[in-house]
């Protein structure tokens, strides 16, 4: 009885995560590593292989919604995550050159920087909810290929996802909207966690037992969170994505 519950419990919060992570653009990491790590008192190099399992279900889900409904640049978002993951090995070679603390407080600080942008954002447009945010920047393609490579070298630096980086340089320097930049996060992450997932696998990093009903969840929750994304308007999700973004850069912080 004891295990139907917890099962029950880990589906539930995989929904919830799920659905929070997909309306953001982020994979959702930032709250399963803490929450395996320290509530569910697994070692850390099983908390993060459990979690990037659990992201793929929530980017390849999410993903496929986003794509139907057009709002994924498949353009933007291809570049992106082709030099996304070349990136990320470049940044694990690198760690032992670079201080990742230092640099996580760099990310930490942009990040916030960026949240309390959305939210200047909001208060300046007041009810003007119609007002896109696309900036003066064209959809570069070489901004886009210097991005992803920026993203993925982060991203292996400190070990985080590239979400929390995708949105904020997609709305501030390749032209798309809040909608647009949450949809093709998702999209250009979904190849990273991949590969990610099969090399914890491979390392045998993996609780299944956790990993399984948190899917499960997560099957649900990665269909509701794109779906209410898509029918909020412009502000209302800048002070989600804001929110979602505060939390990563306090969890980088901590």
Do not use: C, W
């Not at 992201?55 to 291809?78: C, E, F, H, N, P």
């Amino acid at each position: 009885m004891q295990r139907v519950t917890e099962t029950l419990a880990y589906a539930a919060l995989g929904m919830l995560i799920a659905m929070v992570s997909s309306m953001a653009g982020i994979g959702g990491g930032v709250f399963m590593v803490p929450l395996f790590y320290l509530a569910l008192k697994e070692p850390i190099n099983i908390a993060v292989g459990t979690s990037k399992a659990v992201i793929v279900v929530i980017s390849l889900m999410s993903t496929a919604i986003y794509i139907r409904t057009g709002k994924v640049d498949m353009k933007i978002g291809t570049i992106l995550l082709s030099t996304m993951v070349p990136g990320s090995y470049l940044g694990a070679f690198m760690v032992s050159t670079i201080n990742p603390t230092i640099l996580e407080y760099i990310v930490a600080l942009f990040i916030l920087l960026y949240a309390a942008r959305l939210i200047y954002r909001v208060l300046k447009n007041g009810t003007k909810q119609g007002l896109g945010d696309k900036d003066r920047h064209g959809r570069n393609p070489k901004i886009a290929l210097l991005a992803g490579l920026l993203i993925g070298v982060i991203a292996g630096l400190t070990g985080t996802g590239g979400g929390a980086l995708v949105v904020p340089l997609a709305t501030m320097f390749l032209g798309l909207s809040i909608h647009e930049a949450v949809a093709t996060s998702m999209y250009a992450m979904t190849l990273a966690a991949v590969v990610a997932a099969i090399r914890h696998y491979v390392n045998g990093d993996i609780d299944m037992g956790i990993a399984l009903p948190f899917a499960a969840g997560a099957l649900i929750g990665a269909q509701i969170g794109p779906r209410i994304a898509l029918r909020i308007k412009p502000n209302t999700l800048r002070l989600v994505v804001a929110v979602i973004l505060i939390i990563v850069a306090v969890r980088m912080l901590l």
